[in-house]
């Protein structure tokens, strides 16, 4: 069950950062439309900071969100591809990013995120045993795909503070 469950879950994690990859891959910015997005972002709360077997750290984290990206959306939208991503710097490597929850927007009028003490939707988890004391960053970022064009992406990042020092 444990490892099943394991796999499942990183296959998951993976689809979502094969989408955000993709998406910072074929990125360019569009500066024709210059949108006015309005965003909140935070972590709410630590639950628990475990140590599995093998090593790896998982967070089990509850973020908020307030989110307006309405003036995203032109005639050349053809959806958002929205996610949030925790942002963490390692000895082994600069920068290290997990997706935590991700969403499809088709519609500009639904463009419009209230999610409040949320629970992530992919579990964040280091491979290593890195999140003790660890300096976290949020970042909303969101992925336009057009109708016709390249898609381009922007974000948000705030900073959150610390993961606690010891499990919890
Ligand atoms: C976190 O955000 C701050 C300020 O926005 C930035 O200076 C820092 O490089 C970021 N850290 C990571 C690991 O992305």
Same mark, same amino acid.
């Given at each position: +069950?444990?490892?099943?469950?394991h ?44 140590q599995h077997h093998g090593g790896k ?87 336009? +795909?057009?109708?016709?064009?390249? +898609? ?10 610390? +993961? ?5």
């Open positions: +069950m444990h490892s099943i469950y796999r499942l879950n990183t296959a998951v994690t993976f689809f979502g950062t094969v989408a955000a990859v993709l998406c910072i891959l074929t990125s360019s910015t569009d500066l024709l439309h210059k949108s006015n997005p309005n965003i909140k972002l935070g972590l709410r709360e630590v639950r628990r900071l475990v750290d998982q967070a089990v984290v509850t973020f908020d969100v307030n989110a307006d990206l309405r003036s995203v959306f032109t005639w050349n939208t053809k959806q958002l591809f929205v996610y949030v991503q925790a942002e963490y710097e390692t000895q082994e490597n600069r920068i290290n990013e997990v997706v935590l929850w991700d969403s499809i927007v088709q519609q500009k009028d639904k463009a419009v995120f209230k999610l409040s003490n949320h629970k992530t939707k992919y579990a964040f988890i280091d491979p290593g045993h890195n999140l003790r004391g660890r300096d976290v960053n949020l970042t909303l970022v969101w992925c336009v +795909m057009p109708r016709v064009g390249r +898609m381009y992406t922007e974000r948000h990042t705030v900073s959150v503070g610390k +993961m606690p020092a010891t499990y919890i």
